[in-house]
């Protein structure tokens, strides 16, 4: 799993594998010896999973941040544009390879974003918005369509359990890729502080991917 990244492992293929025999014919006239050799090629399960700042096949700790900054004048005035993110201006990569099926997207947060100040109000994740799009350019061998972004799910901090989002294989494989896009909505008008950014004002997304 990845914190506004995940990432999952990719293994190795492992090495031709070979078995052979042997015959001895022996007699008058013409003779014929044969002998048989079974090949088999083993694929080991893969599954990936990149959001935001990653190395396609590895594992990349990088966490990437995403901040909205309300101007003085736009406190509760509207949508606000991130920053941060590989992609810059609030925008991440996000790319998924799986080689056994469908492959099940989610997000978990832990509860609303908040300054950690008892008794201030909390900032609810439905008021970060996400646009999914393709990236600008493609990745050979994936389709850049872009990923519906699953919603965020705040199950276990009492909220409402979500459904995740469903990447259908093709051929026994899903290898896709796009970009999301956050916003701020910024329809209140809160006390001043910094919301979230640190898990324990319940600041982190942590997607995962799971397959069968």
Same mark, same amino acid.
């Given at each position: 799993?990845?914190?506004?990244?995940?990432?999952?492992?990719?293994?190795?293929?492992?090495?031709?594998?070979?078995?052979?025999?042997?015959?001895?014919?022996?007699?008058?006239?013409?003779?014929?010896?044969?002998?048989?050799?079974?090949?088999?090629?083993?694929?080991?399960?893969?599954?990936?999973?990149?959001?935001?700042?990653? *190395?396609?096949? $590895?594992? +990349?700790? %990088? @966490?990437?941040?995403? /901040?909205?900054? =309300? &101007?003085? #004048?736009?406190? !509760?005035?509207?949508?606000?544009?991130?920053?941060?993110?590989?992609?810059?201006?609030?925008?991440?990569?996000?790319?998924?390879?799986?080689?056994?099926?469908?492959?099940?997207?989610?997000?978990?947060?832990?509860?609303?974003?908040? *300054?950690?100040? $008892?008794? +201030?109000? %909390? @900032?609810?994740?439905? /008021?970060?918005? =996400? &646009?999914? #799009?393709?990236? !600008?350019?493609?990745?050979?061998?994936?389709?850049?369509?872009?990923?519906?972004?699953?919603?965020?799910?705040?199950?276990?901090?009492?909220?409402?359990?979500?459904?995740?989002?469903?990447?259908?294989?093709?051929?026994?494989?899903?290898?896709?890729?796009?970009?999301?896009?956050?916003?701020?909505?910024?329809?209140?008008?809160?006390?001043? #502080?910094?919301? !979230?950014?640190?898990?324990?004002?319940?600041?982190?997304?942590?997607?995962?991917?799971?397959?069968?």
């Amino acid at each position: 799993m990845k914190k506004l990244l995940v990432i999952a492992a990719f293994a190795a293929i492992a090495p031709l594998a070979a078995h052979a025999e042997s015959n001895f014919v022996t007699g008058a006239g013409a003779l014929s010896a044969s002998a048989r050799l079974n090949f088999s090629i083993t694929i080991p399960k893969v599954l990936f999973l990149q959001v935001g700042t990653g *190395t396609i096949y $590895a594992t +990349n700790a %990088t @966490v990437d941040a995403i /901040d909205f900054s =309300v &101007a003085a #004048g736009n406190v !509760g005035g509207g949508a606000v544009a991130g920053t941060g993110g590989d992609l810059t201006a609030g925008a991440v990569t996000v790319r998924v390879l799986g080689n056994t099926g469908t492959v099940t997207l989610n997000s978990g947060v832990t509860g609303p974003l908040s *300054t950690g100040v $008892a008794g +201030n109000p %909390t @900032v609810p994740w439905s /008021d970060i918005t =996400v &646009a999914s #799009g393709a990236l !600008g350019s493609t990745t050979a061998g994936f389709i850049n369509t872009g990923i519906a972004h699953p919603a965020f799910n705040t199950a276990a901090a009492g909220g409402s359990s979500t459904t995740g989002t469903t990447l259908a294989a093709t051929g026994g494989l899903v290898r896709q890729e796009g970009k999301w896009t956050f916003a701020y909505a910024n329809t209140a008008t809160l006390p001043a #502080g910094t919301y !979230g950014s640190t898990a324990g004002n319940n600041g982190v997304v942590t997607y995962t991917a799971t397959a069968p």
